[in-house]
């Protein structure tokens, strides 16, 4: 389809002004960032550095950053590992029940989190019994990311087939060793594309999370929620979240390139 | 291999069936909190560890702010290394606590009663935190914080719900309570108001004074007719609303950008408020406040820990420290040695508490004492309160 | 032969065993989890609670259902919040399918790369400060006030589809412009050549294609809209939403049978959602 000039124009002229207005409130919560007024009144009265200080040196934030790397990291890697082992499962046999594991890996996402999160609670206290903390928060969070994984894994294995695998075992490599040294290289970029939005949803979730912790366990979210109540530290968030999506700038680019590299060809 | 495919789904649905009615039996049982338990008699040594719930600001360590720190002394005086937890309101306290993993609670007067009544809290005794002598006597043993004549907690700190108004916007200043019910039309979209069923408290004070004949005698004491009356005005209000608050950083936006003109709203609020063009008034008719009771759970796993932190919290400067940050009059007598702000919060002076309706927690035993008829309790009046925001 | 080997062998051969044991971890993990909690949160939609003390009586009931399908209040809420997702979910398509078309079929590879980065990294800035920042923007005197010279449409609900449509863009972007990118750049060619215009082309070719994609991406921004509570706590206003309804049930009232009750209600309309949109093949589109 070969489109007109105007045609391509309107369309980027319509890419470029919606990303302005996705910008916008990122632009303005940097200007919070260096704005003199502690409750983020605009326009900013004044322009000071102070907070990009205070921020870095703020035990309470580098510790709730750190508590909510180290869940966002667990809960990736079962993610990974889980939505693996079912989108190998369900991408090469048909068997009873498919689709109802189909809808089930998809139902932590598709339900609305206040309902995965007050579920979870009831479960976690009274019928299992345990101490809501890092695991449940871990265990939940590894819960609705299985489905990041699982889309991303099942779609790459739909486009490569399974030839390379036959041809594999007809060479007589067993199970083991084809699914490490054929199956897993293809699957890479797709574990990493979907890996690193499970680590963004699972970085960034407050509503099952503020069911799912215990005491003393802090994420970032939660600091931040609790932090937007305090006088004297809503600038500060608005630091956090500046640098919050400058870092990103990186694994989404490493993600990009590698997923390019490998992309079918049109 | 041949298995009857048709009786596969009804095999794996009898056993769904009978996991789940398994499972659900054994969950969702009532947990042990029956009786809040006994107060100390005596203090044994301190376990090296205490674990607070509270409201954000109340139990700093300097991991916010390096400037603002209480805990380290108290942890570097007893050996209780602190852990703490904040809340956003009454109601997350209340569920947190059922947990069971808190020693020590910060309630404000809406939940202390319910954890009284559901055995999350146990009694104090007094006797065993020597700077209890040191606190205001108007505070100790009121409705919100002991029952039956026995004490259930220290009291922190007290503030007052004022009318808050824009001075460019609001003229004359207002002196009554009117302008944010009958008369709310006049500002209609830019009235505020607090999110929570104890704000019904605050419409009942109001009808104390324009409708005697309603009865109310103590505003967390309704009976049916009198919460109706309650609700009906609440539902006119709410056609006028702009928006509710919860977290005291959105009023203060509010004011400052011009969103809300007038409303309910605390003495820290009108103070971080940056534009200059706001004013407060304790209004003719009186008004609902708050006062904050550190109560001790039931179950603690270090009950001696957590009364030397309700010891700690409640001595002079730190109780000075912890209630100047969070903007509130303090609860010890000595505190405004350490504070040079105890005027504007009014601390220690009796007549201004007086007015003042602390929150408390409305129970079906009335609280105005009516053995007559039975009072609307707290869940009734939080329906009552979704039904007004509609 | 060795264990391992021998062990491989009768994997290779045997489909249901190597089934089984690939499903057995991650199945046990839902089953266990997620399953068995959402069984017992229904379960407990039947039960009441004693206000005084505020524990859970295991007495059967259907009170609380019939109170949550016949109350007005719910009822009216519930309308609201079905409303506020479709049109959160309209408006995100709407505006995702220039952008995702663009990044797919228009822009070079390098530009592609660039605007995927652009899409994908607010995603990163927490949730909670863009609602944040949407606020002090749709305020008084805040900058949609001086684009629009006075005419901010200040918190309400209008506010809160906004800035709802504004958070869950990225969601309904990728899914969308993955779908595109399935699209063969031979196939839209091809309809050129035998004389189809533009619209034709769009109209018959790519948008059949593209439909489990749009549907999957209308999941994301429709779930996440019927159990949200917090940014219409602030941007919209005195307005409350069904997740509102739920939140304040569980924390305030401490009514966790009625709390379940009313989070029946986005359960039973994603169940009808999701069986709806099956057969369009949009759950493997994700």
Same mark, same amino acid.
């Given at each position: 389809m070969r489109l007109s000039t105007p045609a391509r124009v309107i369309l980027g002229a319509v890419t470029a002004l919606v990303l302005a207005v996705v910008y916008l409130p990122l632009l303005v919560v940097l200007a919070n960032s260096f704005s003199t007024s502690r409750n983020l009144a605009w326009p900013p009265p004044g322009l000071t550095l102070e907070w990009w200080g205070r921020a870095f040196r703020s035990q309470g934030a580098l510790d709730a950053l750190l508590t909510s790397v180290q869940i966002a990291l667990a809960a990736t890697a079962v993610a990974l590992v889980l939505g693996t082992l079912i989108s190998l499962a369900l991408q090469r046999q048909a068997f009873f029940g498919r689709d109802a594991v189909s809808l089930l890996v998809i139902l932590p996402i598709a339900l609305p989190g206040i309902v995965t999160g007050i579920?979870?609670?009831?479960?976690?206290?009274?019928?299992?019994?345990?101490?809501?903390?890092?695991?449940?928060?871990?265990?939940?969070?590894?819960?609705?990311?299985?489905?990041?994984?699982?889309?991303?894994?099942?779609?790459?294995?739909?486009?490569?087939?399974?030839?390379?695998?036959?041809?594999?075992?007809d060479l007589g490599a067993g199970v083991w060793t084809t699914f490490r040294l054929v199956t897993f290289p293809q699957l890479r970029s797709a574990l990493f594309a979907g890996?690193?939005?499970?680590?963004?949803?699972?970085?960034?979730?407050?509503?099952?999370?503020?069911?799912?912790?215990?005491?003393g366990v802090t994420t970032l979210p939660i600091w931040i929620l609790d932090n937007l109540f305090r006088p004297n530290q809503a600038p500060i968030v608005s630091v956090i979240a500046v640098v919050l999506v400058v870092i990103s700038i990186l694994p989404i680019s490493i993600a990009q390139r590698i997923g390019g590299a490998e992309q079918v060809t049109k | 291999m041949n298995h009857n495919t048709a009786r596969r789904p009804a095999l794996l649905a009898g056993l769904a069936i009978a996991s789940v009615a398994l499972l659900s039996a054994c969950g969702t049982s009532a947990p042990s909190g029956s009786g809040g338990g006994e107060a100390l008699d005596e203090l044994g040594d301190?376990?090296?560890?205490?674990?607070?719930?509270?409201?954000?600001?109340?139990?700093?360590?300097?991991?916010?702010?390096?400037?603002?720190?209480?805990?380290?002394?108290?942890?570097?005086?007893?050996?209780?290394?602190?852990?703490?937890?904040?809340?956003?309101?009454?109601?997350?306290?209340?569920?947190?606590?059922?947990?069971?993993?808190?020693?020590?609670?910060?309630?404000?007067?809406?939940?202390?009663?319910?954890?009284?009544?559901?055995?999350?809290?146990?009694?104090?005794?007094?006797?065993?935190?020597?700077?209890?002598?040191?606190?205001?006597?108007?505070?100790?043993?009121?409705?919100?914080?002991?029952?039956?004549?026995?004490?259930?907690?220290?009291?922190?700190?007290?503030?007052?719900?004022?009318?808050?108004?824009?001075?460019?916007?609001?003229?004359?200043?207002?002196?009554?309570?009117?302008?944010?019910?009958?008369?709310?039309?006049?500002?209609?979209?830019?009235?505020?108001?607090?999110?929570?069923p104890i704000y019904i408290a605050d419409a009942a004070v109001y009808l104390?004074?324009?409708?005697?004949?309603?009865?109310?005698?103590?505003?967390?004491?309704?009976?049916?007719?009198?919460?109706?009356?309650a609700v009906d005005l609440l539902k006119q209000q709410r056609e006028n609303i702009g928006e509710y608050w919860s977290d005291y950083l959105k009023e203060i936006q509010a004011f400052e950008?011009?969103?809300?003109?007038?409303?309910?709203?605390?003495?820290?609020?009108?103070?971080?408020?940056?534009?200059?063009?706001?004013?407060?008034?304790?209004?003719?008719?009186?008004?609902?406040?708050?006062?904050?009771?550190?109560?001790?759970?039931?179950?603690?796993?270090?009950?001696?820990?957590?009364?030397?932190?309700?010891?700690?919290?409640?001595?002079?400067?730190?109780?000075?420290?912890?209630?100047?940050?969070?903007?509130?009059?303090?609860?010890?007598?000595?505190?405004?040695?350490?504070?040079?702000?105890?005027?504007?919060?009014?601390?220690?002076?009796?007549?201004?508490?007086?007015?003042?309706?602390?929150?408390?927690?409305?129970?079906?035993?009335?609280?105005?004492?009516?053995?007559?008829?039975?009072?609307?309790?707290?869940?009734?009046?939080?329906?009552?309160?979704?039904?007004?925001?509609? | 032969m060795t264990a391992a080997r021998r062990a491989s062998a009768y994997l290779t051969t045997h489909a249901r065993t190597r089934l089984a044991l690939l499903l057995a971890a991650p199945l046990t993990w839902l089953v266990l989890v997620y399953v068995v909690a959402l069984a017992a949160l229904l379960v407990t939609a039947l039960w009441t609670v004693d206000s005084f003390t505020g524990e859970i009586t295991q007495t059967w009931t259907l009170d609380n259902i019939v109170t949550v399908v016949t109350g007005a209040l719910y009822q009216a809420v519930t309308l609201r919040t079905i409303a506020v997702a479709l049109l959160v979910t309209v408006i995100d398509i709407a505006v995702?399918?220039?952008?995702?078309?663009?990044?797919?079929?228009?822009?070079?590879?390098?530009?592609?790369?660039?605007?995927?980065?652009?899409?994908?990294?607010?995603?990163?800035?927490?949730?909670?400060?863009?609602?944040?920042?949407?606020?002090?923007?749709?305020?008084?005197?805040?900058?949609?006030?001086?684009?629009?010279?006075?005419?901010?449409?200040?918190?309400?609900l209008p506010a809160t589809i906004m800035t709802l449509?504004?958070?869950?863009?990225?969601?309904?972007?990728?899914?969308?412009?993955?779908?595109?990118?399935?699209?063969?750049?031979?196939?839209?060619?091809?309809?050129?050549?035998?004389?189809?215009?533009?619209?034709?082309?769009?109209?018959?070719?790519?948008?059949?294609? &593209?439909?489990? $994609? /749009?549907?999957?991406?209308? %999941?994301?921004?429709?779930?996440?809209? *019927? #159990?949200?509570?917090?940014?219409?706590?602030?941007?919209?206003?005195?307005?409350?939403?069904?997740?509102?309804?739920?939140?304040?049930?569980?924390?305030?009232?401490?009514?966790?049978? &009625?709390?379940? $009750? /009313?989070?029946?209600?986005? %359960?039973?309309?994603?169940?009808?959602? *999701? #069986?709806?949109?099956?057969?369009?093949?949009?759950?493997?589109?994700?």
């Open positions: 579920a979870l609670n009831n479960a976690f206290r009274t019928i299992l019994d345990v101490r809501l903390g890092i695991a449940t928060i871990i265990v939940a969070h590894a819960t609705f990311c299985i489905v990041t994984v699982f889309n991303n894994v099942l779609a790459r294995l739909r486009r490569t087939g399974t030839n390379l695998e036959e041809a594999s075992a890996g690193l939005l499970a680590f963004a949803l699972s970085f960034d979730e407050i509503i099952v999370t503020t069911f799912t912790t215990g005491s | 301190t376990e090296g560890a205490v674990s607070i719930l509270a409201w954000p600001g109340y139990v700093e360590d300097g991991s916010n702010d390096p400037d603002v720190d209480w805990v380290s002394a108290f942890e570097d005086d007893t050996g209780c290394e602190v852990t703490s937890k904040t809340y956003g309101t009454s109601d997350e306290a209340f569920s947190l606590m059922k947990t069971g993993d808190y020693d020590v609670v910060a309630a404000s007067g809406d939940a202390s009663l319910r954890l009284v009544a559901a055995g999350d809290v146990a009694p104090v005794n007094t006797d065993l935190i020597p700077n209890y002598d040191g606190i205001y006597d108007f505070l100790k043993m009121q409705s919100w914080n002991s029952v039956d004549g026995v004490s259930y907690g220290i009291p922190h700190g007290y503030g007052v719900n004022l009318l808050m108004y824009n001075t460019d916007v609001v003229t004359p200043a207002p002196t009554s309570w009117s302008v944010v019910f009958d008369g709310s039309s006049t500002y209609a979209g830019k009235v505020t108001a607090y999110d929570s104390m004074a324009t409708q005697p004949d309603l009865g109310i005698e103590n505003p967390y004491a309704l009976d049916e007719t009198q919460l109706a009356a950008s011009g969103d809300s003109v007038i409303g309910t709203t605390w003495q820290v609020i009108q103070n971080s408020v940056t534009t200059g063009n706001t004013a407060v008034v304790l209004p003719d008719e009186g008004s609902t406040g708050w006062s904050d009771t550190w109560m001790i759970a039931s179950e603690a796993e270090h009950p001696n820990c957590a009364y030397a932190w309700l010891d700690y919290i409640a001595s002079p400067e730190a109780n000075a420290q912890a209630t100047a940050f969070f903007g509130e009059a303090p609860s010890n007598q000595a505190a405004c040695d350490f504070r040079d702000d105890c005027e504007a919060y009014h601390a220690g002076d009796e007549e201004y508490a007086s007015q003042v309706w602390y929150w408390s927690t409305p129970i079906a035993d009335c609280l105005d004492g009516r053995t007559d008829v039975t009072c609307t309790d707290y869940s009734a009046w939080t329906t009552a309160w979704s039904e007004i925001k509609g | 995702a399918l220039p952008i995702a078309f663009f990044m797919a079929k228009v822009a070079s590879p390098r530009l592609q790369r660039v605007l995927v980065v652009a899409v994908l990294m607010p995603l990163w800035a927490s949730y909670l400060v863009k609602a944040y920042a949407w606020r002090s923007v749709l305020a008084e005197g805040g900058v949609a006030d001086w684009a629009t010279g006075g005419n901010s449409p200040g918190f309400g449509a504004y958070l869950w863009l990225p969601y309904v972007i990728l899914p969308i412009y993955a779908g595109l990118e399935r699209v063969p750049d031979s196939l839209l060619e091809a309809s050129s050549d035998l004389g189809a215009p533009t619209a034709q082309t769009l109209r018959l070719i790519v948008l059949p294609m &593209l439909w489990p $994609a /749009i549907i999957a991406g209308s %999941i994301f921004s429709f779930s996440l809209s *019927l #159990g949200d509570y917090i940014t219409v706590n602030i941007v919209g206003g005195a307005n409350q939403l069904l997740g509102n309804l739920v939140y304040t049930n569980v924390g305030a009232a401490n009514n966790l049978p &009625l709390a379940a $009750a /009313i989070a029946l209600v986005p %359960i039973v309309i994603m169940f009808v959602y *999701l #069986g709806a949109v099956r057969r369009t093949g949009a759950l493997e589109n994700l």
